[in-house]
């Protein structure tokens, strides 16, 4: 003798749907997937993603090539700048000498 579980829940889902076995025989068969399309469609996709990458590594690029060729720029013009100012210095101290000369 079965005796009933005490604690049933109060609202059980039931199938109130009926499925007719025939119409899942009208399901269409997934044939094999056309590769060439679904290349296409994964490269549409990461394209974007592809693009923000490129564009990413470009600008470290050039952000790395301008910082070298500021520091080489801004040596050269230091190195250029400090033997103006040595020879102005010079020269300043030479016309001074010349001018406490007596005649």
Do not use: Y
Not at 37 to 61: C, G, S
Not at 66 to 89: G, N, P, Y
């Amino acid at each position: 003798m079965s005796t009933a579980p005490k604690n049933l829940p109060r609202f059980i889902p039931t199938l109130t749907e009926v499925v007719d076995p025939a119409s899942l025989t009208s399901l269409t068969v997934i044939s094999r997937p056309d590769v060439e399309a679904m290349v296409t469609l994964v490269q549409q996709q990461i394209q974007p993603i592809f693009e923000r990458r490129l564009q990413e590594e470009l600008d470290r690029l050039v952000r790395a090539g301008v910082a070298r060729q500021w520091a080489d720029i801004s040596t050269r013009l230091q190195d250029e700048m400090d033997m103006f100012v040595r020879q102005a210095v010079i020269d300043a101290i030479g016309t001074l000498a010349k001018a406490k000369t007596p005649k």
